[in-house]
């Protein structure tokens, strides 16, 4: 697998998802819809995934499965070779070893931002309370967040709470983090200042990145492997090394192997994105 | 980013000053001259048909503010403040009898659906009663001429405190439960830490509603069953032939109504500053 090199030295060595064989049937009404097909893809630990896919083609699907919040129909999904959900188990139990970033955001408007980074360690009760704010303060400094603890995330930039967000999902050491299309609705200028950002994130911490998206430049820059999905059902239709040495900046974006890989996926991403369209698939 | 203080107190007096900056308190004194002069003129100068036997103007003002009341009931009879404080007092219970029975039940309706099934059903049935079809079986149920009153109060506001809370529950977004979940908080720290504050804005929305149905109900209940109260004021004054007193029952009404409620919102904004920061920022 890729080996690349972390600023800081290293990949993670936890955090290694396998899927295993999965197929999720939804059943609404007796009609069943297949939302993702036998599907096996495995992520190493400490790598950044990249799942790319149009809307609606069941890669979050696949995300709420590994998080816990949907169960799946057939196969297994296993975390560093421990049975998140599988045979016997259809439900995986929601964990802060996996870290939702959620797509509109879900900082809890009526905590401040310390108050919501601190609330994962907060819940468990492992550290004093004292030590839990401390790391809070810490960590929101290390994020360039310093300066915004005290207010709440109605009164900071969309930009500035998608950091904090992270910060809260990092604050529980978590294996993997669970990214769902978390930009979707930034402007393209302000993504790029995110993704700079996140890979910074990245760098500081060791942690493996699952990240869904439908934007192939953002999947590009920021992963080490693209993982194509085919429109519905969901499966991986080809998995693409981005052999483009970390860290990264913005200059990637404009350098000739990112846009000889650009060249190389487009078409795919396009094609599946078309027959998502003629299926007249729902946004989601 | 500056740090706003902002309490329910400052809050509001930040309100009266935007509100005298604008053009509102003029247009509400024009309001106020055009209600008042349509009065004046129809009752004592042209003496409308139907009209002329209404209690003028000039004579319910003089009544008001007599020291010596020809009807019995001015700022300055003791009697006056005897009713108030009666009414107050009923409202008082009802209100917060409504609350904590209420908020709790709309709270476990919204968040366990099996609870709802047992419940709502029964509760959609009892909910569009008109508390008037209440009197006679209030009179039967409780002895005495207070606790009827008090139980119809309470149940108009119960109904309004209870559907408001569990629409509450309903509103709030997904995102957020699950980012509790995986962010490894239990059941129960997510219904105190998600459930209750995140619907906390309908059950304002709820408590508002709550007080101004309390009123309503309370004066069709000292209407039938009481010996003191505003309603039992304007129903005495009505069978007494003593119609100035009637208005001043009224105004009373509403004047008292209108701080009640005042009250509660000033309560809501203190409890939910997050609230308030967010639309001071949307209102710049």
Known sequence: MSAMMNEKGALADKGAIRIEDVVKIYDPDGAAVIAVDHCNLDVPAGEIC??????????????????GF??????????????????????????????????????FPWKTNLEN???????????????????ARKMMADAGLDGTENNYPGEISSGLRR?????????????????????????????????????????????????????????????????????????????????????????????????????????????????????GEKEG | MEKLETTAWSMAMYRVSMWLKSPKPYLMVIGFGFVLSFWYLSVEIFKLPRFESMPGLTEVWTEYWSKD??????????????????????????????????????????????FREYIFPLFEIFRPIPILAWVPLAIIMFSGSETPVIFLTFLASFFATTLNTMLGVDSIDEEYTRAAYCLGA??????????????MPYIFTGLQISIGVAWFSLVAGEMVSGQYGLGYVINTAYTMVTYPT?????????????????????????????????LALGAN
């Not at chain 1, 990249?50 to 998080?67: D, E, F, H, R």
């Not at chain 2, 009341?69 to 409202?91: A, F, M």
């Not at chain 2, 239990?186 to 619907?199: A, E, H, K, L, Y």
Request: charged letters at 25%; proline letters at 6%; hydrophobic letters at 45%.
């Open chain 1, 117 to 135: 980074v601190a609330f994962g360690p907060l819940m468990k009760g492992e550290m004093s309370k004292a030590d839990i704010y401390d790391k």
């Open chain 1, 163 to 279: 950091r904090v967000e992270i910060v809260r999902a990092l604050m529980n050491e978590p294996k993997v983090l669970l990214f769902d299309e978390p930009y979707r609705a930034l402007d393209s200028l302000t993504k790029s200042v995110m993704h700079e950002a996140l890979l910074e994130i990245y760098y500081k911490n060791k942690v493996t990145i699952f990240f869904i998206t439908h934007d192939l430049e953002e999947a590009i820059f920021l992963g080490h492997r693209l993982v194509i999905m085919t429109s519905r059902p969901c499966k991986p239709k080809k998995i693409v090394e981005v052999d483009i040495p970390h860290p990264r900046d913005y200059s990637v974006l404009t350098s000739p192997r990112f846009k000889e890989i650009m060249a190389e996926t487009k078409g795919l991403v396009i094609e599946e994105a078309k027959k998502a369209f003629e299926a």
């Open chain 2, 69 to 114: 009341p020809y009807y019995g009931l001015s700022v300055y009879t003791p009697e006056y403040y005897k009713h108030i404080g009666i009414s107050l007092r009923r409202i008082a219970y009802a209100f917060l009898l409504a609350t904590v029975l209420g908020v709790p039940l709309g709270l476990f309706l919204g968040w366990s659906k099996k």
């Open chain 1, 50 to 67: 990249m799942i790319v896919g149009p809307s609606g083609c069941g890669k979050t699907t696949l995300l709420n499965a590994i998080a």
């Open chain 2, 186 to 199: 239990s059941d129960w720290q997510t219904f105190r830490q998600v459930i209750i504050p995140g619907s």
């Open chain 2, 246 to 278: 009637i208005i001043i029952g009224m105004i009373t009404l509403g004047v008292i109504g209108y701080i009640t409620s005042a009250m509660v919102r000033m309560v809501g904004d203190y409890m939910m500053q997050w609230r308030v920061r967010e």
């Open chain 1, 70 to 107: 949907h169960d799946i129909t057939s196969g297994a999904i296993y975390l560093d070779d421990e049975l998140l959900c599988g045979p016997g188990k259809p439900k995986a139990e929601p964990g802060s070893d996996r870290v939702v970033v959620f797509q509109n955001g879900a900082l």
